[in-house]
């Protein structure tokens, strides 16, 4: 017989929280309740305004909180919430991040120009190819949902990245995935690939998740907490099995890996980004990668920087894996949403050199990778949304031939945004891999530093081989137009250059931003 | 009874569950054998709540059960919309993304 007598436990006292500092949360979660009421409450001619205004408000009200918090926080950063969240210079740094991006996203989301009544289905539930599901591409009813399940998102990426330690991981990193899994089967045309993309993303993500348990589980069994600091005591002296640490930090780094889409564990990667919804592939490409790497940064710096050199060697591999795939693999595509996946696998492994070289160079170098990676890719999304033709957007790249000749504009712009991404000076994305490859030479990580230049190199070679295409083909007689964005994708694409553009001539300041502390725990 | 064969037990329990995942063609059987692996983690929680005496893995166990649950909201939506549309969950068919 087992004796069930619970073990004695201290008595608990309520956790002392900083409400000023995690505002910012709490109003992107609050709004997103009052997004959920107001579908329900709101007739439904009204929702769409309802929820633009109330969702670009409750962004717009957590930038100002976090722009009052930032303006003075302590310097060294503080953890609140029982030491669960901590507020500090890295997170900070992701969190402006986020929020930017997100403010993007949901302009690319809210638009109603590029497409009759939204990029999204008028009603879920209507079966694709039937009498219904004709009228709803015509109509312009959409399904208003997609704003909290964005802001419900957006908040979950900010608790990821400020998580310290692994259970609030968790809960973030399912916040941030569900309302994903549904927006990206809410495409408006192609719902069959769109559905399937939603299904593919969503058996693949609770396979993810539940490595990423296993290996909570087992760092609990080893450390007898999963706060990060504690199991980075534990690994200096404990007497548990180091058959638990390894075994645990592997199936956490496979959880973690996978939503950053980096290398071997990228395989939902390229069919999501082709089948969701243009804006929802923006968002995702964007926010989520920030989101990731920016638990990853935190979880490989502050649990397990001590036993670094046990597993370096094979994250080694993972980066490589995933430079070379995503760099060889993207150059035999032939749809330009599939190929811009294949880019964010390759942009994964040149992030995870900068994470890899665990010094505060390493972590300013990705944090700044990071913030532009997210806008270059933010606006290449938009701008992929705008060539269309009767079938909706025309994304093979055939159909790209000869589009300076249609738009001069759009084609420039885009363009300059494949140069940031293959890394030209002027461009912030120069900036960006400068800083992350000389942290890695710092480090000693020379030959990975190597093979990442010559994947950057093959990778620009399909940038490059796109700018071509659309500069000197000739247009096809039948090929796509390029609609006029209205206000709210303009501003969204604009954005997204803009900022490309000035953190490649002027990235000191975001550099010194970047670099101002380490994590707090 | 030592503590040790509830956590063989559960590596067992998720072993199945991951091989369940890669084997299986209906996506509902992925789905509850995805749900196997998250149930496995939660007796590997609670077996090491009682090895290390405290109660903390006992909490995680509902956190991990209360996503589980609004994991099967979502996972069945999608995997209902898609049965509907094609009249099969098999995760075979579902074949119009790729290379």
Redesign the interface.
């Known amino acids: 017989m087992?004796a069930l007598q619970?073990?004695p436990?201290a008595p608990i006292d309520a956790p002392q929280i900083e409400y000023s500092a995690i505002l910012p949360v709490l109003i992107l979660l609050g709004a997103a309740c009052i997004g959920v009421l107001v579908e329900a409450f709101v007739s439904k001619a009204s929702r769409w305004a309802a929820q633009v205004t109330l969702s670009l408000l409750a962004i717009l009200g957590a930038g100002l909180a976090f722009v009052l918090y930032v303006t003075d926080s302590p310097e060294r950063g503080l953890t609140t919430l029982y030491r669960t969240i901590a507020v500090d210079r890295p997170a900070l740094f992701l969190w402006g991040t986020l929020l930017a991006l997100g403010l993007g996203a949901l302009l690319l989301i809210a638009d109603r120009t590029v497409e009759r009544g939204g990029a999204f289905v008028a009603q879920?539930?209507i079966?694709?190819?039937t009498v219904q599901d004709r009228a709803q591409m015509a109509s312009g009813g959409m399904q208003t949902e997609v704003f909290p399940l964005t802001l419900f998102a957006l908040s979950g990426m900010m608790i990821f990245c400020a998580a310290n330690d692994l259970?609030t991981m968790?809960?973030a990193l399912?916040v941030l995935s569900?309302p994903l899994?549904?927006m990206c089967?809410l495409a408006r045309r192609r719902?069959?690939?769109s559905?399937?993309?939603?299904?593919?993303y969503?058996?693949l993500g609770?396979?993810a998740s539940?490595f990423f348990?296993?290996g909570?589980?087992?760092l609990?069994?080893y450390a007898?907490?999963?706060k990060l600091a504690d199991i980075a005591n534990a690994a200096a002296g404990s007497a548990a099995s180091d058959t638990l640490l390894f075994g645990g930090f592997g199936l956490l780094v496979v959880g973690l890996m996978f939503k950053a889409s980096v290398g071997p564990f990228h395989a939902w990667t390229?069919?999501v980004y082709?089948?969701s919804p243009t804006p929802i592939t923006a968002f995702m490409a964007a926010c989520t990668k920030v989101a990731a790497f920016g638990g990853i940064l935190r979880v490989l710096t502050v649990g397990f920087e001590s036993t670094s050199w046990e597993w370096r060697g094979v994250l080694w591999v993972v980066a490589v894996a995933s430079m070379v795939i995503g760099a060889v693999l993207g150059l035999?595509q032939t749809d330009i949403k599939r190929m811009l996946a294949y880019s964010s696998i390759a942009h994964a492994g040149f992030l995870l050199v900068g994470a890899l070289a665990l010094r505060p160079e390493g972590l300013s170098g990705t944090l700044f990778y990071l913030l532009t990676y997210g806008f270059t890719t933010l606006a290449a999304f938009g701008a992929v949304s705008l060539v269309r033709d009767s079938n909706g957007e025309a994304t093979h790249l055939s159909q790209w031939a000869g589009l300076a000749k249609r738009s001069p504009v759009l084609a420039w712009v885009f363009a300059f945004l494949l140069l940031a991404m293959a890394g030209i000076p002027l461009t912030s994305g120069f900036i960006g891999k400068f800083v992350v490859f000389s942290a890695g030479i710092q480090d000693g990580m020379a030959p990975l530093v190597v093979i990442a230049l010559v994947a950057s190199a093959v990778a620009a070679f399909f940038y490059l081989r796109v700018i071509v295409l659309m500069f000197f083909s000739d247009p096809a007689p039948d090929g796509p137009t390029v609609t006029v964005p209205g206000t709210f994708t303009t501003a969204a694409i604009t954005l997204g250059v803009l900022v490309t553009l000035v953190l490649g001539l002027v990235p000191a300041f975001a550099l010194d931003w970047a670099g101002t502390g380490t994590f707090a725990f | 009874m030592t503590p040790t064969y509830y956590l063989l037990l559960s590596a067992l329990l998720f072993t199945i569950g991951a091989v369940g995942v890669l084997v299986r063609r209906n996506a509902i059987v992925v789905f509850m054998c995805v749900e196997l692996m998250l149930n496995a983690v939660n007796l590997t929680l609670v077996t090491f709540a009682r090895i290390n005496g405290s109660l903390d893995g006992q909490v995680m166990a509902f956190f991990v059960m209360v996503v589980a649950a609004a994991e099967v909201v979502v996972g069945l939506a999608i995997i209902m919309s898609i049965f509907r549309t094609r009249r099969t969950a098999s995760v075979d068919d579902a074949n119009l993304l790729k290379y």
């Open positions: 087992l619970p073990p436990q879920a539930g079966r694709p190819g259970l968790f809960i399912e569900l899994y549904l089967g719902r069959l690939i559905q399937e993309s939603a299904v593919k969503f058996l609770a396979f539940a348990l296993y909570l589980a087992l609990y069994g007898g907490s999963v390229p069919d082709q089948g035999t």
